[in-house]
């Protein structure tokens, strides 16, 4: 869109917001830094509603600064904001393990934030669990149809598999080391192997998912992703790329499960 | 396009237009603020565009200026154009209650308008029944075939409805006001809420609407949604961004609805 | 993509080629004005492909140059190219009604050609017949999947036909004059009109389909639309703009009609 | 994205990448040349993204430098990074018919490699068995969901054919020559020809497909692709743009066969 293109000069920002941060010498921005957590939630969230994977305000990604000084420091998009339109000044920093509060894009002048007050996004604790309980470097949630459509076609089912599907092969091999008690990745999913992944019942507010989220993520150390039923999914990885990654992979077989299991072609083979 | 990109450096217009504007000094537009409804209008149509949602000459947006000084004045793109190519200068600008036309395309010079004379989309008293009887920001008009086809699926129906999914806490709560006497937003809905709009028969014209319209408004005080059947649906909210969200979440609704619809699921949980 | 962003200051071509072609001074081209209808081919072809109305070599669009000096002038895309990649110096142009070949691409200088030979696209014959027969400012043909599974879902029939679509009335409404002996445009269809468009079987070579589409022509004399069985459709207007939105409004409709058929909603409403 | 768009007035890179790769004098890169084949991997993979083809960090493209000075040079991405945001310096370069590496991308400065230990596509004995077996100029792999579901609707067919589909007219004619034993192109292939693809069945490690493509390569000398069971497909063609456009009309046909299959039409016309 042209509107877009007119502020692709100072990143995700116009002229006038980019003057207005540089201002504020926040250390939680870096605006000309493409690959910067702030910058890439926004170009993420993007790409995310092009691919109809984000819609309406719901959805979105965070991302843990895994490579850069403080590896505890997280992103977070605000809530009930159109993600696709995400700036990188409306985020919130939080610190782990206390999740203590570094940073709010309510703290920004009023002429960036038009007076509106932020809330961090409602999956919050949800990308906390996926932070703490398996050390990922970023989540992202998605209402994705294909996510919705197997929990509709596995009505009766807590669980979502397929197997033979080359795709398999992108997404992570998860050990639970007994000695360390943490999971590990210990290579990559083969052809053969069968996917699992855990679906557990949606709640009235998406912050009273937590428990369950959790219990599956404990349930199912192989997993790194959890379906919500009739709401989508959360998916997590090592860092940004790697969630983007197993996102885009678990998408792709739950498509294609949607189609088998319309034509009635069994999606884990005999 | 690279037409498109050609003329990003004045918002829509190329540099030939911008300068012919300019001349103008027109004060219903201001080309060089984005947010500007002249200016979203033509930025949102080419999105609808892309999303399949305007096609041919059909659909559209008209946003009231809720921001500006004068709340009252309503921006209106014309009819039987191309909307993903709209100039911000094509647009009739009116004045509420009376519908007074403030600013007309046709007044434009001729090298701007190329002696085409402009008619207000077909839409508009459709578009004024959303901003009278509910006091709207913004009204989307779709030929989305996720809407036509819950139409017909629903042949029979006068209402379409689905419940426990997601994506519908992305929808207004709104409350008849019995002391005021106005609809009001009293919150969003839950996901266990049953979403219900109404289904009104198309009419040859698309003015001979405006009837049946404002009686499914006035019937169904809960909703932000009329679907015209064999033909597209009416999404309004109380500002434009309101409004874009309030349509996307209803047309990703309607898709998945059609989807389950065809695989048997029922889309109101028992 | 990049590639393409780089080349979009001076239109649909490079530096390079930009000077070779101002060299030229060619005066069927004029790389300055998108509306020019050798850009507009590139532009629109571009958008095609994006729709996946083309895709490999095959589809395009023809325009008659109707409001420049001379009206008789017709711009055609070369054979066995991919479209969505065309350049404005590489059309023919001929003059009508003798289709005297005014401009070959082949006599651009090789910097410019790299020694490609190339042959108006096949559908030549096709897109003259349209000017020919009824006057069109500019022909599309589509290799749409839409289009070709109407005419396998119709497999038995010789017309595709549906009714009572609000889609419908972006088509036009055409009479044959009895005492001009042309086929006119008399307003718009309306929305409970039947919509019918002629399926020819598909030929072996593109040019001998020429007969059977003149003879739906003659037939049809309300259509501005051909379908080819296991093929995909010609589409005309009076003009690019015209045609462009004509094949829009036809696509949804056919796009509608398979989705229609195959959950057993009758397309002809009784 | 905007920060594709920060980096394209270099190409696919940004000016800090730029500057790097210049110092380099690398004989193998000609970032200013849209056409080189380092440049054209990155532009495709990129739109095959866009079109669902490749996805994770599954699918690509390795291209042969039929046109350059040393037409044995074949460009081949690494392996396990994400296609549509590949860099040019990160190609690997080899010289057939030995496969001798010429250019590795773990020989840059670690400020492009950040230290990443690149290896090559495990695709590589495939698109050389390609390039070795059909001599051919490009060889694409994809994930498409078309050519796998094809694969699994055809599920105890050793091969997936089609025919009387005007797009099977994009494909070449391929003949066996008995006197210089090589596989020639003699034409295009006819409306009513059938088009027969080989499946072959998966294999754990992708490696382990090459014997059994190789087989099928030989077995079939008319085909151009070959479909791999639960997993994707093959295709290649006597150069990069031949390649593409024999793809995107194969995925077309297998698109229209997964329709046409679930609506009982036979995609072999009796």
Redesign the interface.
């Given at each position: 869109?042209?509107?877009?293109?007119?502020?692709?000069s100072h990143?995700?920002c116009t002229h006038a917001e980019f003057q207005a941060v540089k201002v504020l010498n926040d250390g939680f921005l870096s605006l000309d830094d493409?690959t910067h957590p702030a910058?890439l939630i926004?170009?993420l969230c993007?790409?995310f509603y092009e691919k109809d994977w984000v819609?309406?305000?719901?959805g979105g990604i965070s991302i843990r600064d895994v490579k850069g000084k403080n590896p505890n420091i997280v992103y977070i998009a605000p809530s009930g904001v159109?993600k696709e339109r995400l700036k990188p000044y409306e985020m919130f920093v939080v610190e782990l393990p206390e999740e203590k509060l570094l940073r709010s894009p309510n703290d920004c002048p009023e002429e960036l934030t038009k007076k509106y007050k932020y809330k961090p996004s409602a999956c919050t604790p949800l990308f906390m669990s996926c932070y703490q309980l398996r050390d990922a470097g970023a989540c992202i949630h998605t209402?994705s149809?294909n996510a919705?459509?197997c929990s509709?076609?596995w009505?009766d089912k807590a669980e979502f598999s397929i197997s033979?599907?080359?795709?398999i092969?992108?997404l992570p091999l998860l050990k639970h080391n007994q000695s360390t008690g943490h999971v590990e990745k210990v290579g990559s999913m083969?052809?053969?192997d069968k996917l699992v992944i855990p679906i557990i019942e949606?709640?009235?507010q998406e912050e009273d998912l937590t428990d369950s989220l959790q219990e599956a993520i404990k349930k199912y150390p192989n997993t790194t992703a959890v379906l919500?039923r009739?709401?989508?999914i959360y998916v997590w990885g090592e860092d940004v790329?790697k969630a983007?990654?197993?996102n885009?992979?678990i998408d792709?077989l739950l498509?294609?499960a949607v189609?088998?299991r319309?034509?009635n072609?069994p999606t884990v083979k005999a």
């Open positions: 869109m042209t509107s877009d293109k007119q502020i692709s990143g995700f493409p910058n926004c170009e993007r790409l819609t309406g305000t719901g159109q209402h149809q919705v459509m509709l076609l009505e033979h599907i080359e795709q092969k992108a083969q052809f053969f949606n709640t009235p919500v009739r709401h989508g790329w983007k990654v197993y885009e992979a792709y498509e294609l189609k088998m319309l034509a072609i």
